[in-house]
């Protein structure tokens, strides 16, 4: 694996066995709370949603991620 620390690029190594849970222990960047699609016909198009539109809260509650 190579990642990004800063401007420079780090190599490291995980064992096979290992790598499932490596992986699980990252910490992962959730989705923005963006519209990938709107279906015809379907409740979220009812409102009035767009692709692409940004959900900035639900039920009066702030959202940055989904």
Do not use: T
Request: aromatic content about 8%; cysteine-free.
């Amino acid at each position: 694996m190579v990642a990004r620390r800063g401007d420079s690029l780090v190599r490291i190594d995980v064992p096979a066995k290992a790598s499932v849970a490596f992986y699980w222990s990252l910490e992962r960047p959730s989705d923005a709370p963006v519209v990938g699609s709107v279906m015809v016909g379907m409740p979220a198009y009812k409102a009035g949603l767009k692709d692409r539109d940004s959900i900035l809260a639900v039920n009066g509650q702030s959202v940055a991620v989904w």
